[in-house]
Each structure stands twice: as structure tokens, then as C-alpha cells.
């Protein structure tokens, strides 16, 4: 049997030969000649119209195939934006609830910062007080310049305190660098939200205008279809056009693609997760910086405050010492000034009893010259004569005696007020140390006008005037050397 291709092909070169043979010679065929040329034409169009309905059928189908292909891959596409749509807003969900998480650490860890550095500031006020209470102490007497309990304690507080400073120092800068630290997190965070936030509008975009223009073809192929008369997409078998177009180089190239695809997209995701971890680690390690900070002001603060509290008790264990010692020292000066008075006394009546031996010495001495003039005969050594020179021997001696005796009050005396001066010295020294340790411990750490300064305290003023009533305060000079005598 003759295919209508062969025959369509044998039309084209025989038609146009028969016309021009009828042409030259009509006459010349016969009936049965004539019936074959009309039966001919007849197969031939019978052919053509075989090839147009072959032709219609496959059109239909490729129509069919191709609004199938059509559909499937709106769905197909649709379906990717819905869920890349959703990934995005995940993600997106999440990277804002870390970015607003990392700005709640960043402004704690700005907060602890300021702490940081009140606690900074805090320490220049009694570490100023130390100071100033060294150079006050420095100004007492020379012999009152022991290296005295006060002092150890003065010199251990005031290291205290500069090595708070030196660590709370320390920890605000490392607290400075993670505030830098997490302040490009957040920015890093907030330029890759804003990215993904602008890629979804788009896909957001893309998703509603996919949806009108998946409306609008599906209305056109129900249109078209209901006016053809060939099934709709939905009653379409499965194409066969659509896997011939997946095979080959083209496949494999799709597949490559594809491949490509879902892996930029789990690397997106990946890196968003990635960033939202870092930044949890970060966020870990500014709250355990956090704690450390509040630690360390917690541990500064004590720390000072005991050394402070060390300091006071021992100046005022050095007061009471230096009253005790006071005590002391008025009491054996009111002694001393007792035994001045008495030997005052002892010399004035060996004085008196040496000048009682002069009219006894006279009287000796004139009854030996009388008895000079006696008569020759008489002029003997008698008795009387025995007795005046005994007397006399007797009264030199005491005489001699008294004189001595009046020699070792007087050197007596001398040095009794000699230590009467050293004890008042003494006393001016130490009632010196006492007001400049009571000036020390009157005075209180504060600020003035924003500069750390040591002010006198309302609240021990009172105390110290019960110690010493003549106690007058005097910040940043040197005290009165001309104390009154007194511990009471």
C-alpha cells in the first residue's frame, strides 16, 4: 500500500505533466481515462485529508502536552516559591528574634559597662582619702613616726584599692571589645535581614503575580478547550513530550542546574543558621562577661570596704593606745611636778638650816678668841677648850654635810625639771599624733564639684571631740604643734 506521503509526493511532479498533455491533446484520452484522472484526485484528497486529521491529532496532543508541561510547571514553580517563601520567613523569624536577643545583650553589656566604670570612679574617692590620710600622718612629729599598725593597714588598702582599679580597668576594656564585638554581629545580622527581607518581597512578588497569571492560563485553556472540544489540562494523560524533553545532554544539563540550585539553597541556609549561631556564641559570651563583671564589683567593693573598715579600727586602736600613753604621761608629770615642789622645799630648808650653823659658828669662834686672853697661868687646854674645838669640828662637818646635801637637791631639781620638759615634749608629740589621727578619722571620702576630696563627717566629728575636746579639724594643714597638756 502507497503511503499518502508517497502519494502526495508523486501528485506534485505527475499533476502538472497530465495538464499539459490534456492541454495538447483533450481528445485524445478516453473514458476509462477519464474515470482514473477523477479517482485519482478523489484518493488524493482522500490522502490529504488522512494527513490534516493525522496532523490535527498530533497538534491536539502536542497542545495537550504542551499545556500539561505548562501547568505542571506553574505548579512546579508555584510550589518552589511557596516554600523558598516560608524558608525565607523562617529564617527571617529567626534572625530577627536573634538580632532583637543580641541588642538586649548588647544594651545589658552596655549597662555593666557604666557599673564598670562607676565602680572605677567609686574607688578615686577613698583611694584619695588613703592617700591624704598618709600625707597627714607623714607630718607628726619625728619621734612619732613609727611604722605603727595604721600605717600597714593604710599601705595595704591603698594597694587594694589600685589593684581594683587595675582589674576593674582591665575588664572594661575587655567589656568595650565585646560591645564592638557584638555590635558588628548585629550589624551583620541586620544587613543579611535586610537582604532577606528584600529577596522575599520579591519571591513574595513573584508568588502573587505566578498565581494571577496561573488564573489567567487556566481560564484561557478552559476556554479554549470547551471551544475545541478536547479535554482540559486536568483530564490530559501524563505526557510523554515532557519526558522526551528530559532526556539527553538537555537532562542532564537540568539536572546539573537543579543540583546547583538546591545546594546555593541549602548553603543559604546553612550560612543564615551559621550566623544565627555565632551570634548565639557571642551572646554566651557576653552574658558569662556579664557575670564576671558584676562578680568582680561585687568583690572590689567588698574588698575596699574592709580594707577602709581595717584602716578606721586600727587608727582608732592607735587613739585609744595614744591616750593610754597620755594617761600615762600626765600622771607621771603631775608627779614630777609634785617632786619639784618638794625638793624646792628641801632646798629652802637646807638653806635655812645652813644659815641656822652661822650664829653657832660665831659663837664658837668668839669664845675661842676670848679664851685666847686668858692669864698664861690659865691659858691651858681644858675641857671648855675640848668642847669648843668638838663643836666647832661638829658644825663644820654638818656644815659641809648640809652643803653637799644642798648641791645634790639642787642637780636633783635640775634634772627633775629637765624630765618635767621632756615629758611635756613628749606629751606635745603625742597629743600632735592624736589630733592628727583624730583629723584623719573625721574626714570621709566624697566628691566635690566631680573631683574626689576627703570631707569632715558630721557623724564623727562628735565622737572625736569626746576623745579630745581641744580637737579642732584642720583639712590639708599641718597641726598646731602648742597642744594643751591633757588627755581628758
Known amino acids: 500500500e502507497i503511503s499518502p506521503q508517497t502519494r502526495l509526493r508523486s501528485a506534485t511532479f505527475v499533476a502538472p505533466r497530465a495538464r499539459d498533455a490534456q492541454q495538447l491533446a483533450m481528445s485524445m484520452h478516453t473514458t476509462q481515462e477519464w474515470a482514473q484522472s477523477a479517482q485519482y484526485n478523489v484518493h488524493q484528497a482522500q490522502a490529504a485529508h488522512r494527513k490534516a486529521m493525522d496532523q490535527q491529532d498530533r497538534s491536539s496532543r502536542a497542545c495537550g502536552e504542551v499545556v500539561s508541561d505548562n501547568m505542571g510547571m506553574y505548579g512546579e514553580l508555584h510550589s518552589s516559591l511557596e516554600h523558598k517563601v516560608k524558608t525565607s520567613q523562617r ?3 529567626k534572625l530577627q528574634h536573634r538580632a532583637q536577643s543580641v541588642e538586649n545583650s548588647l544594651q545589658h553589656t552596655r549597662q555593666t559597662l557604666m557599673k564598670l566604670e562607676d565602680a572605677l570612679v567609686a574607688k578615686d574617692a577613698p583611694l584619695t582619702l588613703c592617700t591624704w590620710r598618709m600625707e597627714q600622718r607623714e607630718r607628726r612629729p619625728l619621734k612619732e613616726q613609727v611604722r605603727d599598725g595604721v600605717e ?6 591603698k594597694a587594694t584599692l589600685i589593684d581594683a582599679q587595675r582589674k576593674l580597668k582591665e575588664f572594661i576594656k575587655k567589656t568595650k571589645a565585646t560591645i564592638h564585638t557584638l555590635e558588628s554581629k548585629l550589624d551583620e545580622l541586620r544587613h543579611d535581614i535586610q537582604q532577606k527581607t528584600q529577596a522575599l518581597s520579591v519571591d513574595e512578588l513573584c508568588i502573587r503575580t505566578t498565581s494571577r497569571s496561573l488564573e489567567t492560563v487556566a481560564d484561557r ?4 478547550a470547551a471551544r475545541s472540544g478536547t479535554p482540559t489540562s486536568r483530564n490530559l494523560p501524563p505526557s510523554s513530550h515532557a519526558r522526551r524533553r528530559t532526556q539527553g545532554a538537555q537532562a542532564a544539563r537540568h539536572e546539573v542546574s537543579a543540583h546547583e540550585s538546591a545546594r546555593n539553597e541549602v548553603v543559604r541556609q546553612q550560612e543564615a ?12 559570651a557576653a552574658k558569662e562577661l556579664r557575670d564576671e563583671a558584676q562578680k568582680l564589683i561585687q568583690r572590689t567593693q567588698r574588698s575596699a570596704e574592709e580594707a577602709t573598715m581595717k584602716s ?7 587613739v585609744n593606745e595614744n591616750q593610754h600613753v597620755r594617761r600615762r604621761l600626765e600622771t607621771e608629770l603631775r608627779e614630777t611636778c609634785h617632786q619639784i615642789n618638794i625638793t624646792k622645799t628641801t632646798i629652802h630648808d637646807t ?3 645652813i644659815r641656822s650653823l652661822e650664829e653657832p659658828m660665831e659663837l664658837t669662834s668668839t669664845c675661842a678668841s ?7 697661868k690659865e691659858h691651858i687646854q681644858d675641857p671648855v677648850t675640848t668642847t669648843l674645838q668638838e663643836h666647832q669640828m661638829t658644825l663644820l662637818r654638818c656644815h659641809e654635810d648640809l652643803r653637799q646635801h644642798h648641791q645634790n637637791e639642787k642637780s636633783i631639781l635640775q634634772e627633775l625639771q629637765e624630765k618635767k620638759e621632756q615629758l ?3 606629751l606635745r608629740d603625742k597629743t600632735c599624733a592624736l589630733h592628727i589621727d583624730l583629723n584623719c578619722l573625721t574626714h570621709e571620702a566624697t566628691c566635690l564639684n566631680g573631683k574626689p576630696s576627703p570631707a569632715i563627717s558630721r557623724q564623727r566629728l562628735p565622737k572625736a571631740m569626746k576623745v579630745d575636746p581641744t580637737f579642732v579639724p584642720n583639712p590639708g594643714h599641718a597641726m598646731i604643734v602648742q597642744m594643751p597638756l591633757t588627755a581628758r
Open 91 to 93: 529564617l527571617l523569624d
Open 152 to 157: 600597714v593597714c593604710l599601705e595595704v588598702e
Open 221 to 224: 485553556n478552559a476556554y479554549m
Open 273 to 284: 543558621l551559621r550566623l544565627n549561631q555565632s551570634a548565639v556564641h557571642r551572646e554566651e
Open 312 to 318: 578606721d579600727k586600727s587608727m582608732k586602736e592607735r
Open 351 to 353: 638653806k635655812t638650816q
Open 370 to 376: 676670848w679664851r685666847k686672853q686668858r692669864a698664861a
Open 424 to 426: 611635756k615634749e613628749d
